[in-house]
């Protein structure tokens, strides 16, 4: 121990600490972005009446949802090959419009990775734009919620997080 | 000290040890008063103008039930690998999926008939 304490004076000890420091700082960053389906429009979630927008002027606006809830039909015991003309068909609009809601979403995610050498930080966020439209038994709007979720995406992961990480 | 000395030693930090840490978060936090859903009381109407959209909507034979899920995980682990060989010696992992949930049930009418709820991302270690 004494020969190497001798070996090292001050200087060499500085080149020691730097040289294994200089790995923790040798950074790498990699960032992704992912996009799904399309934004939605909040003008014309804006012309959304309840009570008054029916069902096809919904699907005008908004074009086909992402998901619907279609189980009524079978539910009550209807099966959808009596509502096809011919096995294989496109389904009728009639499938449709028993449907009770619609789900239109939007959705954003933000990946976000720091590689060190010794380190390594990686950070994932998923957000989406939310729009549910229900309707009663005529196929009007009977109520609707929207979010934007895709707003408190952070752009920068943690750099631009709000809260805590 | 030489540079080959310099060298090796750098090398042999590099491949002592490595740590990680990963973040996911799924969804958005979940918005508005729980509190302010009252079952028996509150209407669908009541429950989507304070919460939202729902994650998930589930239909019962006596009425609606509505889920609204946040997600986060938090990852860490910590390796020691052999410098020359790449044998890793040891890894620690820990890992926390925790979730903010509420259970919103509706009777056939879409009053409120239930809600439950449980918030559990607050409470997940930083590290």
């Known amino acids: 121990m004494q020969r190497h304490a001798r070996l090292l004076t001050r200087g060499k000890w500085a080149a020691l600490v730097r040289t294994l420091i200089a790995p923790l700082i040798c950074t790498g960053c990699v960032m992704g972005r992912v996009y799904r389906d399309h934004p939605l429009d909040e003008a014309k979630i804006a012309r959304l009446e309840r009570g008054v927008t029916t069902k096809a002027q919904v699907l005008e606006l908004f074009g086909p949802p992402q998901e619907i809830e279609a189980r009524e039909l079978t539910a009550i015991g209807i099966p959808f090959d009596a509502l096809l003309s011919r096995r294989g068909d496109k389904p009728p609009e009639e499938r449709i419009v028993t449907a009770r809601w ?16 010794l380190f390594n930080y990686a950070e994932f966020d998923q957000k989406s734009d939310m729009l549910v439209i229900f309707f009663d038994g005529d196929g009007r709007v009977e109520d609707f919620a929207y979010r934007k979720g895709t707003a408190e995406l952070p752009r920068f992961g943690f750099l631009s997080r709000r809260g805590r990480p | 000290m030489r540079a080959p000395l310099r060298c090796l030693l750098a090398a042999a930090w590099l491949g002592l040890c490595g740590c990680t840490i990963a973040r996911s978060y799924t969804g958005t936090p979940l918005k508005g008063e729980v509190e302010r859903i009252v079952p028996g009381t509150s209407t669908r109407s009541d429950v989507l103008r304070e919460l939202g959209p729902p994650t998930q909507i589930f239909h019962q ?20 690998r052999d410098p020359i060989t790449g044998t890793t010696w040891f890894t620690y992992t820990r890992r926390f999926e925790n979730r903010d949930r509420v259970l919103v049930i509706f009777d056939f009418t879409g009053v409120v008939r239930d809600i439950a709820w ?8 930083p590290l």
């Open chain 2, 118 to 125: 449980d918030r559990h991302t607050e409470e997940m270690p």
């Open chain 1, 102 to 117: 619609f789900r239109y979403t939007y959705s954003r995610a933000n990946a976000m990775a720091l590689v060190l050498l």
């Open chain 2, 61 to 80: 034979t006596n009425g609606d039930a509505f889920v609204y899920t946040y997600q986060r995980w938090n990852y860490a682990s910590f390796q020691l």
